[in-house]
């Protein structure tokens, strides 16, 4: 490698805006949810003075986190952790009703504990809605990184700008996209390769919205994809599996995808009489 390349990335380095390393934030979001969750947690507390410690160590991350943008201010990056700190405890109940919703949701769980330890759609949701946080904050690369590194463990693809109501339930969740724009109501329950996207990816339609709505108390089982900014689907609704879906439906509707089976024989009969 030339001097001339090596100096040509050595000023691309010194140009690039200033960021907090990806490491170093999703180690903070697994250090937060082990302090909020001690099924998470690999730390053993001699005291409650110990606890409070590590509470100190967290706030400490999280403003060396702050620091590393590049349009950091000390003053306002202390108040942004001042607001996040302060928002933990309802941010915990928030995610408590996620995991009662799945617990009720899946015959297969036999604890909540089972549901925070092992399955993928809580930590998916828990990093959602404290990425969720962050996004609204300002802090959208933040809470991507804390996003992308969900989607990347559990296969699950939640954007952090997305809309998201209590007791959110995610079934399996493999291949689960639910798009920036998307609004989702209380007690929605989503199964494994659901996508809820948008019906154009054009650039000049970002500012738009693009994805759908989905009203309260909705199934949306395996492999539908519900599209479009202007699609809604009313509450206490079920789209079965494999449905295409890019216009509205009202409340209290049955989507299912019916396919046309055909034997043989009557292939080659309809052949035969072309």
Same mark, same amino acid.
């Given at each position: 490698?030339?001097?001339?390349?090596?100096?040509?990335?050595?000023?691309?380095?010194?140009?690039?805006?200033?960021?907090?390393?990806?490491?170093?934030?999703?180690?903070?979001?697994?250090?937060?949810?082990?302090?909020?969750?001690?099924?998470?947690?690999?730390?053993?507390?001699?005291?409650?003075?110990?606890?409070?410690?590590?509470?100190?160590?967290?706030?400490?991350?999280?403003?060396?986190?702050?620091?590393?943008?590049?349009?950091?201010?000390?003053?306002?990056?202390?108040?942004?952790?001042?607001?996040?700190?302060?928002?933990?405890?309802?941010?915990?109940?928030?995610?408590?009703?996620?995991?009662?919703?799945?617990?009720?949701?899946?015959?297969?769980?036999?604890?909540?504990?089972?549901?925070?330890?092992?399955?993928?759609?809580?930590?998916?949701?828990?990093?959602?809605?404290?990425?969720?946080?962050?996004?609204?904050?300002?802090?959208?690369?933040?809470?991507?990184?804390?996003?992308?590194?969900?989607?990347?463990?559990?296969?699950?693809?939640?954007?952090?700008?997305?809309?998201?109501?209590?007791?959110?339930?995610?079934?399996? $969740?493999?291949?689960? %996209? /639910? +798009?920036?724009?998307?609004? *989702? @109501?209380?007690? #929605?329950? =989503?199964?494994?390769? !659901?996508?809820?996207?948008?019906?154009?990816?054009?650039?000049?339609?970002?500012?738009?919205?693009?994805?759908?709505?989905?009203?309260?108390?909705?199934?949306?089982?395996?492999?539908?994809?519900?599209? $479009?900014?202007?699609? %809604? /689907? +009313?509450?206490?609704?079920? *789209? @079965?599996?494999? #449905?295409? =879906?890019?216009?509205? !439906?009202?409340?209290?509707?049955?989507?299912?995808?019916?396919?046309?089976?055909?034997?043989?024989?009557?292939?080659?009969?309809?052949?035969?009489?072309?």
């Amino acid at each position: 490698m030339d001097s001339h390349y090596l100096k040509t990335l050595y000023d691309e380095h010194l140009k690039a805006d200033r960021c907090p390393s990806p490491v170093i934030v999703v180690d903070f979001f697994n250090s937060l949810l082990a302090f909020l969750f001690p099924e998470f947690s690999t730390r053993k507390y001699d005291s409650f003075g110990d606890f409070e410690s590590f509470h100190r160590q967290l706030q400490r991350e999280f403003l060396t986190i702050l620091s590393k943008r590049s349009i950091s201010d000390h003053k306002q990056d202390r108040q942004i952790a001042d607001r996040f700190f302060t928002c933990l405890p309802a941010l915990k109940e928030s995610l408590l009703c996620d995991v009662q919703a799945m617990y009720e949701g899946d015959p297969a769980a036999k604890s909540v504990t089972e549901v925070i330890r092992t399955y993928p759609g809580f930590y998916a949701i828990a990093s959602y809605r404290l990425a969720h946080h962050l996004h609204g904050e300002g802090l959208t690369l933040i809470a991507r990184i804390i996003s992308e590194n969900a989607h990347s463990r559990t296969g699950i693809d939640i954007h952090p700008a997305a809309r998201i109501g209590s007791h959110f339930c995610i079934d399996h $969740g493999t291949g689960i %996209v /639910v +798009g920036e724009t998307t609004v *989702i @109501g209380e007690h #929605v329950k =989503l199964y494994q390769g !659901v996508t809820l996207g948008a019906l154009s990816v054009r650039k000049e339609d970002a500012a738009t919205k693009r994805h759908p709505v989905i009203e309260d108390h909705v199934v949306i089982y395996a492999g539908a994809s519900i599209l $479009g900014g202007e699609t %809604v /689907v +009313g509450h206490h609704s079920i *789209i @079965g599996g494999n #449905v295409w =879906l890019t216009r509205s !439906v009202p409340p209290h509707s049955k989507i299912y995808y019916k396919a046309n089976y055909v034997n043989e024989s009557e292939i080659d009969s309809k052949a035969v009489l072309k």
